[in-house]
């Protein structure tokens, strides 16, 4: 079935007044360009409004020196195209930003399509028309659509932060946030630059700039427990290997709790002999990427004395490349369970500590007081002068993109009112008085494109559902999403990812609600619930 809007989903202008289609996509990153192509060889007609001036989401705006995958390449890609497959070639084990950048382009290209998104176009609000059923799409320059679906492909990790710290327009040097880092690069050459943040970011970027600056100095609230990436060049002969074996490769992801390529080992690491884990833990560490993390002892990765056990290990191994034992004291994490945060995975990272031209701030210790003209101020009286400050800082995950959108349901009722004390959804996608919208951004965890892929499936073949049925709108029930939450606060309540202060849980924003922001399930058994769900002819949603 081919709408009869379809023909039209590309040719609207600006100023051509109000645009009809039947989807709306909010941005062009993974979800979004994979969203628009199922949504149009279903028949829709379909507009994504993005705001940058390139497809690629995460990849187009993270452009900070060292930023790439933390998951192998191969396991990252669209698998939706045997043709797509077999002909792009990773060039590494772990692609970097531009390389990450080049392939959504290439996607979209291949597919055409950039027809369907109009760039340079930030959606400022979705107002629900329930005398109409669609929802009124406007943009912060005034563009409109309307839709009588809408998918908010914006991102887990999109709505930027930096800390409201006291004096920042003061600063006479230049300063930027990484996810906004300028395309034409910043000029650190000779330069004093300060990095705000020792999470995931920061421990890609700081070593790629190191031996670049004048001096660096680094602010550090929380040490991060960081494991070596290992990345290397991909030959040839893994190159014919890969392609060979993309179905396996696929097949592992589905299987696994994170859709990674890493299982578990099913023993305990309280089970075995301290000689035989031991040489478990080196042999992991030896390994590239999340092996040591996704493929260790089960236990390690549940709150107990295994976790504790393997922490030890850890900082034992950022002691051994830190010279100075107090620097390495503070780089070594001691608040936070091995695991309990998203795990950095670096190349070099340490060894910066070791140069002259680097400075280590506990900045837990002695407080950011505030920014000056001339750098940064800590509350012991402490003045760092810098020519350029990075804001390594972090995001408002999940609920802070939607949060940058007036999103208005039935009632008058918004989004940002309804979440306030957390996410308020039935399997983080569906909101009770808000019809037709599809929040994806809160359901995908783990490998992001193994567990997008399936995720946008099952809403594209919602929206097919309720079009062929002969049905109007979709929307989670009341006692659905009710179920729900309490299912996030009891099954999230012992998991590691709530153990920590972290974006996981919203803890790293001042006044944000401390909930699990996104499923306490593995991958597999959140395709089982869709399935489930969908199976039992859409259970737990009212379709009318």
Avoid at 126 to 138: F, H
Avoid at 263 to 277: G, H, M, Y
Avoid at 382 to 409: C, M, P, R
Wanted: some cysteine.
């Amino acid at each position: 079935m081919v709408s009869s809007l379809q023909q039209t989903a590309g040719a609207a202008q600006p100023g051509d007044g109000i645009e009809e289609v039947d989807v709306v996509v909010i941005g062009a990153g993974v979800t979004g360009l994979y969203s628009i192509y199922r949504l149009r060889n279903l028949g829709f007609s379909v507009r994504a409004f993005e705001e940058g001036s390139g497809v690629g989401g995460t990849w187009y705006w993270n452009r900070y020196p060292g930023a790439r995958f933390d998951s192998e390449s191969y396991t990252y890609g669209f698998s939706f195209s045997q043709e797509l497959l077999q002909e792009w070639e990773w060039k590494e084990h772990y692609s970097s930003q531009p390389e990450n950048e080049r392939y959504l382009n290439y996607v979209a290209d291949k597919f055409d399509l950039r027809g369907n998104i109009r760039f340079n176009s930030r959606v400022a609000s979705l107002v629900y028309d329930e005398a109409a059923n669609r929802w009124q799409v406007t943009t912060d320059d005034g563009q409109q659509a309307r839709a009588q679906f809408v998918i908010t492909a914006i991102g887990i990790l999109s709505a930027r932060y930096v800390p409201d710290f006291e004096g920042l327009d003061s600063f006479e040097g230049a300063w930027c946030h990484t996810n906004r880092w300028p395309k034409a690069g910043m000029d650190l050459a000779g330069k004093r630059v300060g990095v705000v943040g020792t999470g995931a970011t920061a421990v890609q970027l700081i070593p790629e700039i190191a031996g670049e600056v004048a001096h660096l100095t680094v602010f550090q609230r929380t040490a991060n427990y960081c494991v070596p990436l290992r990345n290397a060049l991909i030959d040839r002969e893994t190159q014919d290997y890969i392609k060979t074996h993309y179905p396996e490769i696929f097949r592992k992801c589905s299987e696994t709790p994170g859709s990674f390529m890493h299982e578990f080992d099913p023993r305990s690491a309280l089970s075995v002999p301290a000689a035989e884990k031991r040489e478990q833990y080196e042999r992991l560490w030896a390994e590239p990427g999340f092996k040591k993390w996704l493929s260790n002892f089960y236990d390690v990765m549940m709150p107990g004395e295994a976790n504790e056990d393997y922490a030890e290990f850890v900082r034992n191994k950022i002691r051994e490349r830190v010279h100075d034992p107090v620097v390495a004291e503070q780089l070594v994490p001691k608040n936070h369970m091995f695991g309990s945060k998203r795990l950095p995975c670096e190349s070099g990272y340490y060894e910066v500590y070791n140069r002259d031209n680097v400075l280590l701030v506990d900045v837990r210790a002695a407080p950011i007081a505030r920014i000056t003209p001339r750098g940064i101020r800590t509350s012991d009286g402490n003045e760092y002068e810098l020519d350029v400050i990075i804001f390594a800082t972090g995001y408002d995950a999940v609920t802070g993109s939607l949060n940058k959108i007036h999103i208005q349901g039935i009632g008058g009722q918004t989004i940002m009112e309804k979440f306030a004390g957390g996410p308020r959804t039935f399997m983080g996608m569906s909101s009770n008085g808000f019809p037709n919208l599809f929040t994806v951004n809160a359901a995908s965890v783990g490998n992001f494109v193994r567990a997008a892929e399936p995720l946008v499936e099952w809403v594209t073949d919602a929206i097919a559902h309720v079009r062929d049925s002969g049905h109007s709108r979709i929307m989670a029930t009341r006692q659905a999403e009710d179920d729900w939450v309490q299912h996030i606060a009891e099954g999230g309540a012992n998991i590691l990812r709530t153990q920590a202060d972290s974006w996981f849980v919203g803890a790293n924003i001042p006044g944000k609600a401390r909930v699990l922001l996104t499923a306490p399930d593995t991958a597999p058994a959140m395709r089982a619930k869709r399935a489930e769900v969908r199976n039992n002819g859409y259970e737990g949603f009212t379709l009318e």
